[in-house]
C-alpha cells in the first residue's frame, strides 16, 4: 500500500469560549489548501454534552433534514469535509462536528470510544433540538455513525458509511501492520498542522493521537447481528484502493437491510477531498457529494 496511505490510515483511527455561544467565523474551508470557498456559517459554538464541550458548525439551509459529518480520527472538520461541506450546503443544512479531544472539542478523563462518541453527537443533536437527520460518516467517523444508528436509532434517517470497517478481517493486512508500530512521529505533519491551526495546545494533540492510536490497537469485531440490526437506509461507500477491502463492503451491503454499496475510484478519503489523501484539489467531491446526495434525497 502507498505509504501516504497508510500514514492516512493511521491518522484516520487515530480558549475559553462559553458553552453553546458562537465562537467566530470559523468555516469548513479556513486555512485548508485548495478548499473550496466557505458557504454560509448560520452557527457555531461548543455544546456542553457528557463531560466535553462539543465543537460543532451549522451550515447552508436553515430547513430541511441536516446533514451531519462526523470526520475521520486524528482528523477535524476541515480536514475531512473542507472541500465537500459547501457542495452539500449549498441545497441542505449541514451539521459538522469534532469528536472528543479532536480539534476545538475539549477531551474527557477517558478514552475515547465509537460508543461514547455517538452517545455525544446523540447529546448534541438534542441540545441542537434535532430529531432526526441523515448521517455521514468517514473512517473512524463512520464507526462513529454506525453506533449512533445503534444505540440512538431514532435519530437517524438515513446513514452513510464511508471507508471504515466492522471487522479486523476487513482492512488490508499492511494498516494493521502500520498501527501495531504507530507513534506520533509518523503522524502525518498535515494533520498535526491542521489540529494545531485551531487549537495551538500541542499537548492535546499529543493525547488526541495516543487516544485514537489506543483505540484501534484495541480494536474489536462488531458482531454481525449488532451491523444487521440498523434499520436506517444505508449507503456503503469505499475507494477501490481504499485500507477497507472491497470484499468487506460487499459484506456489509448484505448484511445491512436493504443497504447500497457505492465503489469509488481513489484511496482513503480521496473522493472526499480529505486533505492528506487529495492535497490537490479535483472533481472527485463534486461526483461524491452529487451520488451520495441522490441517496439521500431518494424516496
Known amino acids: 500500500m502507498n505509504p501516504c496511505v497508510v500514514s492516512l490510515a493511521l491518522a484516520t483511527v487515530l480558549a475559553a469560549d462559553v458553552p453553546g455561544e458562537p465562537v467566530g467565523p470559523v468555516g469548513p474551508a479556513a486555512g485548508v489548501a485548495g478548499s473550496s470557498a466557505a458557504p454560509s456559517l448560520l452557527a457555531s459554538g461548543r455544546a456542553p454534552v457528557n463531560g466535553i464541550e462539543m465543537y460543532y458548525e451549522v451550515h447552508g439551509r436553515p430547513d430541511g433534514v441536516p446533514l451531519v459529518l462526523l470526520h475521520g480520527g486524528g482528523s477535524t472538520i476541515e480536514v475531512t469535509f473542507g472541500r465537500i461541506l459547501p457542495l452539500f450546503a449549498a441545497s441542505r443544512r449541514v451539521i459538522a462536528v469534532e469528536e472528543q479531544g479532536h480539534g476545538r472539542t475539549s477531551d474527557r478523563d477517558a478514552p475515547v470510544t465509537f460508543e461514547t462518541s455517538a452517545d455525544d453527537v446523540a447529546a448534541l443533536l438534542r441540545f441542537l433540538a434535532v430529531d432526526q437527520a441523515d448521517v455521514l460518516g468517514f473512517s473512524n467517523g463512520a ?157
Open 143 to 299: 464507526s462513529v455513525a454506525l453506533q449512533l444508528a445503534v444505540r440512538h436509532p431514532r435519530l437517524v434517517r438515513k446513514l452513510v458509511f464511508a471507508s471504515s470497517l466492522t471487522r479486523r478481517d476487513g482492512a488490508r493486512p499492511e494498516f494493521w501492520a502500520w498501527i501495531a508500530q504507530a507513534e506520533f512521529g509518523n503522524m502525518p505533519q498535515p494533520l498535526k498542522d491542521a489540529f494545531l491551526r485551531v487549537n495551538p495546545d500541542a499537548r492535546q494533540l499529543r493525547t488526541m493521537h495516543d487516544k485514537d492510536a489506543a483505540r484501534m490497537r484495541a480494536f474489536t469485531d462488531v458482531p454481525d447481528s449488532l451491523v444487521a440490526s440498523v434499520r436506517a437506509p444505508t449507503l456503503i461507500v469505499i475507494g477501490d484502493r481504499d485500507i477497507v477491502t472491497p470484499e468487506h463492503a460487499l459484506a456489509l451491503a448484505r448484511l445491512i437491510p436493504g443497504a447500497r454499496l457505492l465503489i469509488l475510484p481513489g484511496g482513503h478519503g480521496d473522493y472526499l477531498g480529505e486533505i492528506v489523501a487529495a492535497p490537490e484539489a479535483t472533481r472527485r467531491p463534486e461526483l461524491t457529494a452529487g451520488l451520495i446526495e441522490e441517496f439521500l434525497d431518494a424516496p
